[in-house]
């Protein structure tokens, strides 16, 4: 009887909590699909109007948006190969011990917590500048013609800037994993003889299964919607080349102000955000459930 007076007094406690994160989400969600079926340009507000799927049909078949799709497919995949690889390198070599190990750890992780319009301005104006840039400079003192980053590789620039901005999530999380290894299984290994792939194939790599398939699900979550980084040094260009879902988004509704069919791009992202969170939301299960 008292367990389920407390557990009555606990929901009531968090019910306002609920409220308000139910009417943080639900209604914006509620005005997006709204505006989504009307013909809403703000710079034509008396010719609004109700026209059902129209912005739908429209933004699907947009050919940026097939651009945005590959795009986005493109920035997601290449930053979760890069910060799993280089997260999972990082942990190994902040597992070992080593002089100043607490500031190099502090060094490693500190790029997550930058801003990513800060971190995109550092990478465009101090970096990746072609003129007075660091690799510009690193370039010329071997007698080499500097890139142009953003106009020559304009998704490889987004790519390592959110990259660099991702690693340090990954490393936090792998090596944490590193650190509830079981010092059993290490002294066990090394009395069989094992040898450092050996024990890194067989040991380490298996007790990283699981918090490696917990960074790709919640990186994967995130990297749907990069935009800061995009408006801040390409501006979705050099013409469609870096242009991703979240920034053709951004397109039809500040730019071309066409707020119905950016409502409906809104939709179509929250939809592929959620099928691919189901997806990986199973693939983590099963993880856990092996």
Known sequence: MATQKSQAIGRIAIAPSVAVLLVWMIVPLILTLYFST???????????????FTNYTYFVTNPAFTTAIV???????????????LGSLLALLLDQPIFG??????MVIAPFFIMPTVSALVWKNLLM??????FAWIAKSFGLQPIDWFAQAPMLSVIIIVAWQWVPFA???IFTALQSLDLEQKE???????GAFSFFSWIVLPHLARPITVVIMIETIFLLSVFAEIRVTTDGGPGQATTNLAYLVFQQAILNTNVGAAS??????????????FFLVRAVGKNLDT
């Open 71 to 85: 795009n986005t497919l493109v920035l997601v995949g290449s930053v979760l190969v890069i910060t799993v690889i």
């Open 264 to 277: 409906a791009g809104g939709i179509v992202a929250v939809i592929l955000a959620n099928v691919v969170a």
């Open 38 to 52: 009307l013909r809403y340009n703000l710079l034509y507000p008396d010719r609004t109007g109700f026209i059902g």
């Open 101 to 106: 190990q607490g500031i190099v750890r502090l």
């Open 171 to 173: 490393t936090l999380i």
């Open 188 to 194: 066990a290994a090394e009395m069989d003889g094992a």
């Open 129 to 134: 500048n072609p003129v007075s840039g660091f």
